[in-house]
Each structure stands twice: as structure tokens, then as C-alpha cells.
């Protein structure tokens, strides 16, 4: 399971079989999730990566 803390400008995810990593959400990226109405997903990023998001109420 992950841990996560989510702040404007990045999100820090630590998983059982990683060490510490940063994932750099844009303003651009979060306004399109903030907006969305799909309550949960993935968000692809340039890099290769991306980052899973679930709203809370």
C-alpha cells in the first residue's frame, strides 16, 4: 500500500519496494485533476512517469 502526502507543488509517494521518490505535479496537471469528475486515476507525465490520484470528498 502507499503512503502519500500531497502538496501544490509536488507529491511524495513511498511504496513497500521503493526508497523515498518526488513526483513534480504542474499547476497545469493539478487544475485538470481538480476539475475532472472522474473520482480516481493516473495521470501520465512527459518523463515516462506519472502519478495515480484519488478525490476525497
Do not use: R
Request: glycine share 6%; hydrophobic share 35%; charged share 25%.
Amino acid at each position: 500500500m502507499q503512503n502519500t502526502q500531497v502538496s501544490i507543488e509536488e507529491k511524495t509517494v513511498v511504496a513497500s519496494k521503493q526508497t523515498n521518490m518526488t513526483t513534480v505535479i504542474t499547476k497545469e496537471e493539478q487544475y485538470m485533476v481538480e476539475k475532472t469528475f472522474v473520482k480516481e486515476g493516473f495521470v501520465p507525465q512527459e518523463n515516462g512517469t506519472g502519478f495515480f490520484f484519488i478525490k476525497e470528498k
